[in-house]
């Protein structure tokens, strides 16, 4: 008690008061987070579960775009606004129980401000990567499991950070990317793929025939079993794509389960293939005769 004699009651009431004002905003403060964080999730949630195609309950159930990628992405934001909430807190209590006890705060406040100038000279890349991080959270621009192209860099998303992303591309290198670095970025495992497949025929064939036969094939495909979990909708086959001397291209394209649509193209192609072979259907190069399925 000797060591704060010089202390009168009013300032240790005041002490007091600033500290319960401080506990009682903290506690509001982050209980508002937290609510707001709740609410913006059962929006989201409202949002997905109103209707929608078989496309979208497929990707629902079965894409990376569902209830516990939103949770966690949703707590994530809501720690880290409440930790800032906290430290800004903390800081203005110390800064005004200071005042209190007639500490001068001009030249602790003129040595924060030279430290924080060199500071942000130091550490503006730093910043840069943290508050780049948070929008790439906030916004959902890819999660672990995503398939990313960054322009220089092309992988598996494996963990996402507030200051790097770690990716491990094709090879099984890992390459950890400051997230301030990343100017632009695709993302291939959010919505859907698209499967494209260009048959080849011989430039005098009827083109309403063979799409007629590819018509079969694409009925065919939102019917099979096996293509079932990954296929969204029926293939479209939308028509004379190029024509040559020698052939004529028929496009088919698919919407498929993000990074799906490779099994799908392999699929149509083999059956399209067969069916235009079993109802005569010339190939490109004369030399080639029937198409062989």
Not at 14 to 41: E, G, Q
Not at 45 to 74: M, P, S
Not at 134 to 142: C, K, L, S, T
Request: proline share 4%.
């Amino acid at each position: 008690m000797t060591s704060l004699a010089w202390i009168s009651p009013d300032t240790l009431i005041s002490i007091a008061i600033v500290v319960l004002f401080t506990i009682v905003a903290r506690f509001l403060l982050v209980r508002l987070v937290k609510r707001v964080t709740s609410k913006a999730l059962q929006r989201a949630q409202a949002r997905r579960a109103g209707g929608g195609t078989k496309a979208d309950h497929i990707i629902e159930a079965l894409t990376l775009a569902n209830h516990e990628r939103y949770t966690q992405r949703a707590a994530t934001m809501g720690s880290v606004i409440s930790s800032l909430v906290t430290v800004l807190l903390w800081v203005m209590a110390a800064l005004t129980i200071l005042a209190l006890v007639d500490i001068p705060l001009a030249p602790l406040l003129a040595s924060a401000g030279v430290g924080g100038v060199a500071l942000a000279f130091g550490a503006q890349s730093l910043v840069k990567d943290f508050l780049s991080g948070m929008f790439m959270v906030m916004e959902d621009q890819y999660g672990v499991g995503d398939v990313v192209d960054t322009g220089d860099l092309r992988g598996t998303v494996e963990e996402v950070g507030l200051r790097v992303t770690r990716i491990r591309d094709a090879s099984g290198t890992i390459w950890y990317v400051r997230n301030g670095e990343i100017l632009r970025l695709g993302n291939q495992s959010q919505g859907w793929s698209t499967a494209i497949v260009d048959v080849p025929v011989a430039v005098d064939e009827s083109p309403a025939r063979v799409i007629a036969i590819l018509e079969k094939v694409a009925e065919a495909a939102e019917q099979a079993p096996e293509l079932s979990g990954e296929l969204l909708e029926k293939p479209n086959v939308v028509g004379v794509n190029s024509v040559t001397g020698t052939a004529m291209t028929i496009r088919v394209i698919a919407k498929t389960l993000p990074n799906q649509h490779w099994a799908i193209q392999r699929w149509l192609l083999e059956h399209c293939v067969s069916a235009l072979a079993k109802a005569g259907i010339r190939s490109p190069l004369p030399n080639l005769g029937l198409m062989n399925p």
